[in-house]
Nanobody
Framework: QVQVVESGGGSVQDGDSLKLSCAVS????????WGWFRQGPGKEREFVAG????????KYTESVKGRFTISRPSAKNTMFLEMNILKPEDTAVYYC???????????????????WGQGTQVTVTS
């Protein structure tokens, strides 16, 4: 059984930083694409960043480029999202998603990710 656990969220002020972690267990393959998504109050879940199993293909949504960095240490079932210069509009529950398909591409659609954690809350106040 695949388990996904996010951690590292919190309440910070405008301009501060946070680092989120995602730990996954039970995956039959290490060749899956992983991604970070977020869901703000009254909004749909949206793509934030994604990374391939090799780590050489990375995508970001436009609003976080230059501020957020996704990483995935090789040979480990963990992923990180380093978030700098946080803004109030970054306030959301952040979710880690994992694609089931081996050698999967990095996609931005929520529907293409199969395994999800419970999320971690990030609140940014001005």
């Amino acid at each position: 059984q695949v388990q996904v656990v996010e951690s590292g969220g919190g309440s910070v002020q405008d301009g501060d930083s946070l680092k989120l972690s995602c730990a996954v267990s039970g995956l039959p393959s290490r060749t899956n694409a992983w991604g970070w998504f977020r869901q703000g109050p009254g909004k749909e879940r949206e793509f934030v960043a994604g990374i391939s199993w090799t780590g050489d293909i990375i995508k970001y949504t436009e609003s976080v480029k230059g501020r957020f960095t996704i990483s995935r240490p090789s040979a480990k079932n963990t992923m990180f999202l380093e978030m700098n210069i946080l803004k109030p509009e970054d306030t959301a529950v952040y979710y880690c998603g994992v694609r089931r398909i081996p050698y999967s591409a990095v996609t931005t659609s929520v529907a293409t990710y199969d395994y999800w954690g419970q999320g971690t809350q990030v609140t940014v106040t001005s």
